[in-house]
């Protein structure tokens, strides 16, 4: 039922920015919890920022150390669209990057456990050279 669909992904240079997409459909709650994960090779799934949308309005935005300060998330309620907004990316940005949903609000650092997502997208690569 519940679909999501990544875009943007590519090869960009050190420096330089990128914002991914997904798209979604299926997916009617009013309240609900959308996020992005990315996964290096040889290295475990991480959460990468996240939010809780409550009647279309985002609330409790969260980010891994790692990319304070250069990602944002956002979203486009009536397009049923997730942002990611990638600036300063750097080699360690590398990886697949995943849309995640799930029907919960996540407190603390839930969010960064893979387990606690029901619903993810295939996956888009990103790839920062040096």
């Known amino acids: 039922q519940v679909q999501l669909v990544e875009s943007g992904g590519g090869s960009v240079q050190a420096g330089g920015s990128l914002r991914l997409s997904c798209a979604a459909s299926?997916?009617?709650?009013?309240?609900?919890?959308m996020g992005w994960f990315r996964q290096a090779p040889g290295k475990e799934r991480e959460g990468v920022a996240c939010?809780?949308?409550?009647?279309?309005?985002?609330?409790?935005?969260n980010y891994a150390d790692s990319v304070k300060g250069r990602f944002t998330i956002s979203q486009d309620n009536a397009k049923n669209t997730l942002y990611l907004q990638m600036n300063s990316l750097t080699p360690e940005d590398s990886g697949v990057y995943y849309c995640a949903a799930e029907r919960s609000l996540f407190y603390g650092d839930t969010w960064k456990r893979t387990l606690n997502w029901h619903y993810w997208g295939q996956g888009t690569q990103v790839t920062v050279s040096s």
């Open positions: 939010f809780y949308i409550n009647g279309g309005v985002p609330y409790y935005p």
């Open positions: 299926g997916y009617t709650y009013r309240s609900y919890s």
